[in-house]
């Protein structure tokens, strides 16, 4: 089946630094990718809608001078968290469409494991 | 908007127990229907989905009804395990190309031996 690579699963980084998160579709093309943030015990948020070749959509309330993303490739979207603050430590888990044309038109996400970001 | 509301965990059950989690969503049109599970240090796996109306999802005991006239989409599971223990959210989707997913707030199960 689908697979999404995320990495790395895990980063603490000091106060100030960047961060880059890189997520991949294994066996598939993925023209669109999601990244979300999920704060601890609640619900995941939207960030951005990743769009290969293309500026990447952002949420309403979302930095999009903080969180940097970049989809290179059809198989790479990368979200860089820039000059990261405690406040910006978060499980941000990307995803991409998987699937294709299995089901009809059920529009499944497959998800990467997420990434755990500390910011000391 | 569309949203999806699911009832607040968390849930404490024994093993063998019967489970049912809630979910209701608001949304105009027919999207289809999601419940992901979050074992615990993990990312979301899907668990299973259904796309039209009286649809039944099933995978690995658990099954979940798409209920047009209710607007729901209850999972259930005759007997949990421990190994059920994780965070299950419920989710919708527009069939409109690549639409991200809009989920409810997560509920945490916690199956005691």
């Known amino acids: 089946g689908a697979v999404v690579s995320q990495h790395p699963s895990r980063v603490i980084c000091k106060s100030g630094t960047s961060v880059k998160i890189e997520c991949r579709s294994l066996?598939?093309?993925?023209?669109?990718m999601f990244w979300y943030r999920q704060f601890p015990k609640k619900s995941l948020m939207l960030m951005a809608t990743?769009?290969?070749?293309?500026?990447?959509?952002?949420e309403q309330g979302v930095e999009k001078d903080k969180f940097l993303i970049n989809h290179a490739s059809l198989t790479l979207s990368t979200l860089t968290v820039t000059s990261a603050h405690p406040e910006d430590s978060s499980f941000y888990i990307c995803?991409?469409?998987?699937?294709?044309?299995?089901?009809?038109?059920?529009?499944?996400?497959?998800f990467g494991a997420g990434s755990r970001l500390t910011v000391l | 908007g569309d949203s999806v509301t699911q009832m607040e965990g968390p849930v404490t059950l024994s093993e063998e127990a019967f489970l049912t989690i809630n979910c209701t969503y608001t949304?105009?049109?027919?999207?289809?229907l999601f419940w992901y599970v979050q074992y615990p240090g993990e990312g979301l796996q899907l668990l299973l989905k259904?796309?039209?109306?009286?649809d039944k999802g099933s995978n690995k005991g658990f099954e979940a009804t798409y209920r047009k006239e209710t607007t729901s989409f209850h999972l259930e599971k005759g007997s949990v395990q421990v190994s059920d223990s994780a965070v299950y959210f419920c989710?919708?989707?527009?069939?409109?190309?690549?639409?991200?997913?809009?989920f409810g707030k997560g509920t945490r199960l916690s199956v005691i031996a």
């Open positions: 989710a919708l989707s527009r069939n409109s190309g690549n639409t991200p997913l809009v």
């Open positions: 066996d598939f093309q993925a023209t669109t």
């Open positions: 990743s769009n290969e070749g293309s500026k990447a959509t952002y």
């Open positions: 995803s991409a469409r998987g699937e294709f044309g299995t089901d009809s038109g059920a529009n499944v996400l497959t």
């Open positions: 949304a105009t049109g027919y999207p289809s």
């Open positions: 259904a796309t039209k109306a009286d």
